[in-house]
């Protein structure tokens, strides 16, 4: 005790375990016999306080509702995005079904301009066609007029002596010829570019129904793609479906080949129309300048009423020259025969080399120098044998042309005495233009040409 009259004590640190506690106020032997108890039924391991026990209790109970709430927010976050996505692929189906509405409007709006423009051209072939077949028959009408001229002057080839002479007659039946000549020249060059034009616009013809057709398969497949839905059986996942596939091009380019091919027919058909003047306007003038030049004819002859027969001797000398002449050439075309013969056995042998040739096997069958060499060995042969045959086809055609003429000569020396009546004859033979001309006025049979324009019709509708 203390002077105050106050108990002072010792106050000790509670232990943490309970069991020292416990034993603490017991007697030495005591606690030593009851902690050998206690130590013999406890389990082994570390303890906790019940401090402990509660910390870790509103621990768990903390982990616990941060977890709810991260849950709750993913959970909101979940449906929002779900909500947004819905939103999202409802506008993308719409936005990509009204793309293909408008583009499939495009489709169709070009399509019907190819189709107006295809029908356009159709058009303008049936009426440059027409046109080219006009000019046809105006170039078949001056073989009548080029035939009967040139009988005229064999006729007068009958004079002799001095009697050969250049009369106003012969001036102009040869200006006839040369104004037929140069007619035939001009509706030849018309019937030509006519031929040419529709040509090329069969080819703009060809451009504008491949377009259409690639127009018409493309609105099918896009109008197909427009009615697929969510629901539609036949839709399923695609390998890659995004990608690029090969010859793909921009919508720019997609318009610009449509127009090109537009524009390109109506230059054609322009160009067309403008054929099409031309040609009127040159059988216009074609039939007035034969018409013009008949009249002078006519009026030559008229006035020439005699004629003076070629002298004997020379027609004699001009028989021989000719004979000697188809003499030389007879003999040139047998040598020519010879030649093309000859050269058949040296083709025979560079085809049987090559052809031999071709069987070496493996990597010996070599396009080396020998191959090379035989096949220009080869084109060289056949150069030659076509050479040999076009110049022995001239040469033919040169004698028979020779041979007439030989023969209208012998015949023309057995008329040469009267002059008189070759300028009546010459006189009776060019009337036939007249009536030529009065017999083309009366109805006859047409041929049609086989399909002018050669091109398919595409069904349009």
Not at 225 to 239: R, V, W, Y
Not at 424 to 432: F, K, L, M
Request: hydrophobic content about 35%; aromatic content about 4%.
């Amino acid at each position: 005790m203390s002077g105050h009259g106050h108990v002072s004590r010792c106050v000790a640190p509670l232990p943490r375990d309970p069991l020292t506690v416990f034993t603490a106020g017991l007697n030495t032997s005591e606690s030593i016999s009851f902690a050998n108890m206690a130590t013999l039924s406890s389990k082994p391991g570390l303890r906790y306080s019940v401090s402990d026990w509660a910390t870790n209790n509103t621990q768990i109970s903390h982990t616990a509702e941060n977890k709810r709430n991260i849950s709750h927010e993913i959970r909101q976050e979940g449906r929002a995005l779900r909500n947004e996505t819905t939103s999202k692929t409802n506008w993308d189906e719409y936005d990509s079904s009204r793309r293909l509405s408008d583009r499939i409007i495009d489709v169709a709006r070009w399509k019907e301009n190819l189709k107006a423009c295809a029908q356009q051209v159709d058009a303008e072939m049936d009426a440059l066609t027409l046109s080219k077949e006009e000019t046809e028959r105006a170039l078949a009408a001056t073989v009548l007029p080029l035939e009967v001229t040139a009988e005229c002057l064999n006729h007068r080839e009958g004079r002799r002596n001095k009697e050969l002479v250049s009369d106003p007659v012969e001036a102009e039946l040869k200006k006839e010829v040369e104004v037929i000549d140069g007619a035939q020249r001009f509706l030849q060059q018309c019937i030509d570019q006519a031929f040419e034009q529709l040509c090329r616009l069969q080819v703009a013809r060809q451009q504008l129904t491949i377009d259409l057709q690639d127009k018409i398969e493309a609105l099918d497949v896009d109008m197909s793609c427009l009615s697929l839905t969510i629901q539609s059986p036949e839709i399923s996942l695609k390998p890659n479906p995004t990608r690029v596939p090969p010859g793909s091009t921009t919508p720019q380019q997609w318009e610009q080949f449509s127009r090109y091919n537009i524009n390109r027919a109506k230059e054609e058909m322009q160009a067309s129309v403008q054929i099409r003047e031309i040609n009127s306007i040159t059988r216009a003038q074609v039939q007035n300048d034969l018409e013009a030049q008949k009249m002078a004819v006519e009026f030559a002859l008229r006035k020439r009423t005699h004629h003076e027969e070629q002298a004997y001797h020379e027609m004699q000398w001009q028989l021989k020259i000719t004979q000697e002449e188809i003499a030389d050439l007879e003999k040139d075309i047998c040598g020519l025969e010879e030649d093309m013969q000859a050269k058949t056995a040296p083709l025979k042998l560079v085809h049987t080399r090559l052809e031999n040739r071709i069987k070496r096997p493996g990597m010996d069958l070599c396009r080396d120098e020998v191959q090379f060499g035989l096949v220009d060995e080869a084109k060289q042969l056949e150069a030659t044998i076509l050479a040999l045959k076009q110049k022995l086809a001239q040469a033919q055609h040169s004698l028979q042309s020779l041979k007439q003429h030989e023969a209208q000569m012998i015949e023309e020396l057995s008329r040469k005495q009267d002059a008189l009546s070759l300028e009546q004859r010459s006189s009776q033979t060019h009337q036939h233009l007249t009536l030529g001309v009065q017999t083309e006025g009366l109805p006859s049979a047409v041929v049609p040409l086989t399909n002018s324009s050669g091109r398919h019709k595409l069904d349009l509708a």
